[in-house]
């Protein structure tokens, strides 16, 4: 954004941040408690500032040009730097936040754990909305490009700024539908390598920690496919004999969908679960706010569900 003579407005940034956001001039009017005329007035100072139209029509919608996708995330910083700079020190006042916080997190994570964290937001903030977004088969920093003010998960983050908080220790089990043939009996390694198995990954890798443990005792499994997140491959296990692998922390939704799962005769490593956030959020009492909330959704030290008998 240019600075002219007469300075930089730096509530331009906010109104941008907002407009590419909303993706439409009347929400974020809304969003600003600002009248629709105010806001495209707003919007024609953004487009002279940055020489770019910033948002297009495409049909009956808006779209951010490919510009104002590449300083997206470096306005979100930017903003977010500045509230958390007139914040430091305060309290949040909770019943009268205006936000929209961006958690980075894996479908699954999402299944178990959205509706209680929404209705905790929804209580205690009502003016505070979430946005789930699902981990890319691509890594990007979205930390440090703003793009995402949380991260929920197995964080591994190659960003050395970011700030990243233990919670707990993840187990992989095995799952199968119901009455799979492989629930007969002793379960040995053998057995579970020789059937055929179905791995969720979001790059789309077809070997794990499974394959490496199996490989250690001279025995390889046949993987016959994968898919993007651990939900799709409950549902695909569901109606096939196919064995698939999730975490402790996923187990309830496939007890949801009826399905079993089992100890898997291998030592393999744990999952470390945690969040993640950059550090220009640290001062910020609003964002601190959510980490708490995501703190206390995953105690420190969960076992996870009981073991099936």
């Given at each position: ?13 906010v109104?941008?941040d ?8 009347s929400?974020a ?8 005329p105010a806001?495209?007035?707003t ?5 002279k ?14 779209v951010?040009?490919p510009?104002?996708?590449a300083?997206?995330?470096e306005?979100?910083?930017v903003?977010e ?8 020190g305060?309290e949040v006042?909770?019943?009268?936040l205006?936000?929209t916080?961006?958690v980075?997190?894996?479908d699954a994570?999402?299944?178990?754990y ?5 209705t ?5 903030a ?6 789930f ?5 691509v890594d990007?920093?979205?930390?440090r ?10 964080v ?5 700024e ?7 220790e ?11 043939p492989?629930l007969?009996?002793r379960?040995?390694v ?8 179905l ?9 794990g920690?499974?394959?490496?443990a ?9 993987v016959?496919?994968s898919v993007?997140t651990f939900?799709a491959?409950?549902?695909v296990?569901r109606?096939s ?11 309830p939704?496939?007890a949801a969908?009826?399905?079993e ?9 744990p999952?470390p679960f945690?969040?993640?956030w ?15 909330c ?5 105690p420190?030290g ?6 099936p008998?």
């Amino acid at each position: 954004m240019r600075v002219t003579q007469s300075g930089l407005d730096l509530n331009l940034l906010v109104a941008l941040d907002v407009l590419l956001e909303e993706a439409s001039v009347s929400r974020a009017a809304a969003r600003m408690h600002l009248s629709e005329p105010a806001m495209s007035r707003t919007l024609g100072r953004i487009r002279k500032a940055l020489g770019d139209p910033v948002l297009v029509r495409a049909g009956r919608v808006m779209v951010p040009t490919p510009h104002a996708l590449a300083v997206q995330g470096e306005v979100r910083a930017v903003v977010e730097r500045a509230r958390a700079l007139f914040l430091t020190g305060a309290e949040v006042d909770l019943p009268t936040l205006t936000r929209t916080f961006t958690v980075l997190a894996n479908d699954a994570f999402t299944a178990v754990y959205g509706a209680t964290l929404f209705t905790r937001v929804t209580r205690e903030a009502p003016g505070v909305r979430l946005r789930f977004l699902p981990e890319s088969h691509v890594d990007v920093p979205a930390l440090r490009e703003g793009v995402a003010d949380l991260e929920l998960g197995v964080v591994d983050t190659r960003s050395p700024e970011v700030r990243v908080e233990h919670l707990s220790e993840e187990r992989m089990l095995g799952v199968v539908r119901r009455g799979h043939p492989l629930l007969r009996g002793r379960l040995t390694v053998r057995r579970f390598a020789a059937a055929e198995h179905l791995t969720a990954s979001r790059r789309g890798r077809l070997e794990g920690p499974v394959d490496a443990a199996l490989a250690e005792q001279g025995l390889s499994r046949r993987v016959v496919g994968s898919v993007g997140t651990f939900p799709a491959s409950l549902f695909v296990l569901r109606e096939s004999d196919l064995v698939g692998l999730l975490t402790t922390q996923v187990a309830p939704l496939a007890a949801a969908l009826g399905l079993e799962t089992f100890e898997i005769p291998l030592a393999l490593p744990p999952l470390p679960f945690g969040m993640a956030w950059h550090p220009r959020h640290d001062a910020d009492p609003a964002h601190a706010w959510l980490r708490a909330c995501a703190r206390e959704l995953v105690p420190a030290g969960q076992e996870g569900p009981e073991r099936p008998r």
